[in-house]
């Protein structure tokens, strides 16, 4: 087996096993680094967005290569590298506890701990959700999570090595940080957010079509998941995240979407999939359903990795 398809499984092993590092986590340091230099370079221009973007995700790309270099000659150094790059970026085992725990707290009725808890899911305002609707948020979150946590990393890794897995981190961090539409990144975040759209593109189809395939570990067809992604999926503002989350919708017989409501204003969303809204029971096969995926997903991107050169 080729040292990346190693390197891959042993780090999706790792990040099953471990979770995210407890102290000094890579991304955190880098998503430090990013607000402070945010801070510093912002202005409400596109042109200075898009070289703040380009500094943060070339300089971490850049590591990647000179790291791969330094231990080229190393069968065990190769494998080694990717394995620790690749449980620094994943994010499964924390999406699927997360999402878990707060399907605990919502079945125990506690909605002031659920509500404490959906900030570490997404950026949505719990303050108004009710049980159900908390739940749907947290939701649509594992779907998109699945394949920006997961997915996409892994194709990355598997076709680009540690570098890509290093700057696809990187890409989607900044999106998270800047690339929404409050009114102070509107403009500087829209290289960010664009850059995460073109690296998201494939990932985040493979990500749909494993979820239609995965559809019977949580009781779900998958016909019905592929149907509610070739009719939603487009209607979603989102052209990564929709595919996705209808293919979910559809695996789980749901229908996600409506309104919508951030720090920075409220969207209402289209309805993606049919069946009744989600409730607190549908949670937790939502996680389930991610972590079929993410088995799924390290198995594809190990195969990939074996045939692609390196």
């Not at 300089?59 to 790291?67: K, Q, S, T």
């Not at 229908?255 to 989600?278: D, F, I």
């Amino acid at each position: 087996m080729r040292a990346r398809a190693l390197g891959l499984l042993l780090g999706v092993a790792a990040d099953a096993v471990f979770g995210d590092p407890r102290r000094g986590h890579p991304v955190a340091l880098f998503g430090s680094a990013a607000g402070r230099l945010e801070r510093a370079w912002w202005a409400d221009s596109r042109p200075r967005g898009a070289a703040y973007c380009s500094v943060l995700v070339g300089g971490v790309v850049g590591g990647g290569v000179v790291a791969e270099r330094a231990v080229a000659r190393s069968w065990s150094g190769r494998v080694l590298l990717t394995a620790a790059a690749t449980w620094v970026v994943l994010g499964g085992r924390s999406l699927a506890g997360e999402g878990s725990a707060l399907a605990a707290e919502l079945t125990a009725d506690d909605l002031t701990a659920a509500r404490r808890r959906l900030p570490s899911l997404c950026g949505r305002d719990p303050s108004s959700l009710d049980a159900d609707g908390l739940a749907r948020a947290a939701l649509e979150s594992v779907a998109e999570n699945t394949s920006d946590a997961v997915v996409a990393p892994l194709v990355w890794g598997a076709v680009a090595g540690v570098p890509g897995l290093l700057g696809y981190r990187a890409a989607n961090t900044l999106d998270a940080m800047v690339g929404h539409l409050s009114a102070r990144h509107r403009r500087f975040g829209w290289a960010s957010a664009r850059v995460d759209d073109v690296l998201n593109g494939v990932p985040a189809r493979l990500a749909a079509f494993l979820t239609a395939g995965a559809a019977p570990a949580v009781g779900g067809r998958p016909a019905r998941a592929l149907a509610a992604w070739r009719a939603d999926a487009a209607r979603h503002p989102s052209p990564n995240a929709g595919p996705v989350e209808a293919a979910f919708a559809g695996a789980l017989g749901r229908r996600l979407g409506g309104r919508t409501v951030y720090p920075y204003g409220v969207q209402e969303r289209p309805t993606l999939g049919s069946g009744p809204a989600p409730g607190v029971a549908d949670l937790a096969r939502a996680v389930r359903l991610s972590r079929v995926v993410t088995g799924a997903s390290a198995v594809v991107a190990a195969g990939v990795a074996a045939v692609v050169p390196a």
